[in-house]
T-cell receptor
Framework: ETGVTQTPRHLVMGMTNKKSLKCEQH?????MYWYKQSAKKPLELMFV???????ENNSVPSRFSPECPNSSHLFLHLHTLQPEDSALYLC?????????????FGSGTQLSVL | KQEVTQIPAALSVPEGENLVLNCSFT??????LQWFRQDPGKGLTSLLL?????REQTSGRLNASLDKSSGRSTLYIAASQPGDSATYLC????????????FGTGTLLAVQP
């Protein structure tokens, strides 16, 4: 257990559905991240929040909408997704005191878009 | 644009063998390099972090080296065990205000009992 919890573990949704992924960290960190992991491709950084403020939006389509209500919680709201959005979505957190802080990852949400 | 490459993509070895995983990156202006382990369907576990000013880091049977000028890192696993079977990912941290990691595609390791 890394201290970063993601729910749900698995999600199947149709292209017209709206769903949300949740991430919670119990490590006292002030930065949280969403990564996308597709088959045969490197992990792609999607969003970064530092002190609850979005500091990075890595050219992610608007059908993905992040929300960080406090430093312990991070959401990814999904709507009108495409089949190519099927992937493992990983949340991570870290401290912000220095640049050599390690990232701690959750177990991910395996998303399938039908 | 920073690109991270890992060779080989897959590796199968008998138990007890020492092995080396390779990682290369195109831009030597990095803050650190990290090695992660990922078990099937799971998240990533941080193994080692080497700061840009360091040459190597060790943790148990794992030793990671960094040659920033040539854009290379190796992860050495001594006396491999079946429990070491997983995907190993390396990632470099680029400059900027937050800890943004650029990942390679990983090496899938299978240690045969």
């Amino acid at each position: 257990e890394t201290g970063v919890t993601q729910t749900p573990r698995h999600l199947v949704m149709g292209m017209t559905n709206k769903k949300s992924l949740k991430c919670e960290q119990h490590l006292g960190h002030n930065a949280m991240y969403w990564y996308k992991q597709s088959a045969k491709k490197p992990l792609e950084l999607m969003f970064v929040y530092s002190l609850e403020e979005r500091v990075e939006n890595n050219s992610v389509p608007s059908r993905f909408s992040p929300e960080c209500p406090n430093s312990s919680h991070l959401f990814l709201h999904l709507h009108t997704l495409q089949p190519e959005d099927s992937a493992l979505y990983l949340c991570a957190s870290s401290g912000i005191q220095e640049l050599n802080e390690k990232l701690f990852f959750g177990s991910g949400t395996q998303l399938s878009v039908l | 644009k920073q690109e991270v490459t890992q060779i080989p993509a897959a590796l199968s070895v008998p138990e007890g063998e020492n092995l080396v995983l390779n990682c290369s990156f195109t831009d030597s202006a990095i803050y650190n390099l990290q090695w992660f382990r990922q078990d099937p369907g799971k998240g990533l576990t941080s193994l080692l972090l080497i700061q840009s000013s360091q040459r190597e880091q060790t943790s148990g049977r794992l030793n990671a080296s960094l040659d920033k000028s040539s854009g290379r890192s190796t992860l050495y696993i001594a006396a491999s065990q079946p429990g070491d079977s997983a995907t190993y990912l390396c990632a470099v941290m680029r400059g900027g205000a937050t800890n943004k990691l650029i990942f390679g595609t990983g090496t899938l390791l299978a240690v045969q009992p």
